[in-house]
């Protein structure tokens, strides 16, 4: 059998960096997962590993060089004396058995912390094979692919946050609740609603944006309305209805309401994404019929010297 440094293709007096150099790349020529095909690899892959447990750790590579412990780690029969001290016990954490896929070596040997930092792998419970079978895991295989849809919701419900029915690919229809302070482009990730793959399914991501509205105006948190009025209504004061995502509301015009007043409907616009809702702002605008012969008479005999100049400040 050879020995443990010939294995690894080192000398006796190598240091620890080239102990793990030469396993490192050993590993990755004679991984099982490299070499399905070829059980010789996976014998030496065994081999080589075994080398590595010992060599890397000072004390059982102290024994071996002393001839105490043989390749395998096992305690040597002192004076050629077969039977040994404790009928051959192996040190703590050497490997015993098989190669790939027999008894794994103890826990916490060198190898399986290199393994992991070399094939990104995590190790199992204790004794486990990180690989499969006994001794290393196998690498995690794929998921299936996203698949990406878009998803125009309507102004009212956006505002609302209704929940929207999505049909997704294959025909299946979902539910899809829209989250608070969503804005245009905002992607919702629905996990497992992907393609199949042999890691499991893949992930829909949906791109959400807001219908235009042929009234409303999205304004941040903010939902602006234009809202025109009669001229009697603006100089006199009115309850007028204005509509909102949620249904129409009451708002009280005050008597000599300006053109271009906003008013503000409190929580009455989108949901905030920390909590609350913004607000309705209502821009008033006055209606001025055309071809109106008494207003036309009315303002003709209206004095007009005693009117202030709405525009002496500019």
Do not use: C
């Amino acid at each position: 059998m050879a020995d443990l440094y010939s294995r690894l293709g080192i000398a006796r007096g190598a240091d620890e960096k080239a102990i793990k150099t030469a396993y490192r790349n050993l590993a990755k020529e004679l991984h099982p997962d490299r070499n399905k095909d070829n059980p010789e690899a996976a014998e030496r892959f065994s081999d080589v590993t075994k080398a590595y447990d010992i060599l890397a750790d000072k004390d059982s590579r102290a024994k071996y060089d002393r001839g105490e412990i043989d390749e395998n780690g096992d305690q040597k029969a002192p004076f050629g004396y077969g039977g040994g001290f404790g009928g051959g016990r192996p040190r703590p954490g050497a490997a015993r058995g098989g190669g790939f896929g027999g008894q794994s070596a103890g826990t916490g040997n060198f190898s399986d912390d290199l393994l992991n930092e070399l094939f990104g792998r995590r190790g199992g419970a204790p004794g486990d094979n990180p690989f499969g079978g006994a001794h290393h895991p196998q690498a995690r295989p794929p998921k299936g692919a996203d698949v990406l849809y878009n998803l125009a919701v309507p102004f009212e419900d956006a505002a609302e946050l209704r929940p929207q029915r999505v049909t997704l690919r294959g025909g299946k229809t979902i539910e899809v609740k829209l989250p608070r302070g969503f804005e245009d482009g905002q992607v919702l990730k629905l996990t497992g609603q992907g393609e199949t793959g042999a890691g499991g399914k893949g992930d829909a991501r949906i791109t959400l944006s807001i219908k235009p509205h042929k009234h409303f105006r999205k304004d941040g948190d903010d939902i602006r309305i234009d809202l025109p009025v009669r001229l009697k209504e603006a100089v006199l004061g009115a309850k007028v209805r204005v509509p909102t995502t949620s249904g129409s509301v009451m708002l009280t015009i005050p008597p000599g309401t300006n053109g271009g007043t906003v008013m503000r409907l409190k929580g009455k616009g989108f949901s905030k994404s920390s909590s609350g809702r913004g607000d309705q702002l209502v821009t008033i605008e006055i209606a001025i019929p055309k071809g109106d012969a008494e207003l036309e008479a009315f303002v003709k005999g209206w004095d007009a010297d005693q009117q202030r100049d709405p525009r002496a400040d500019l």
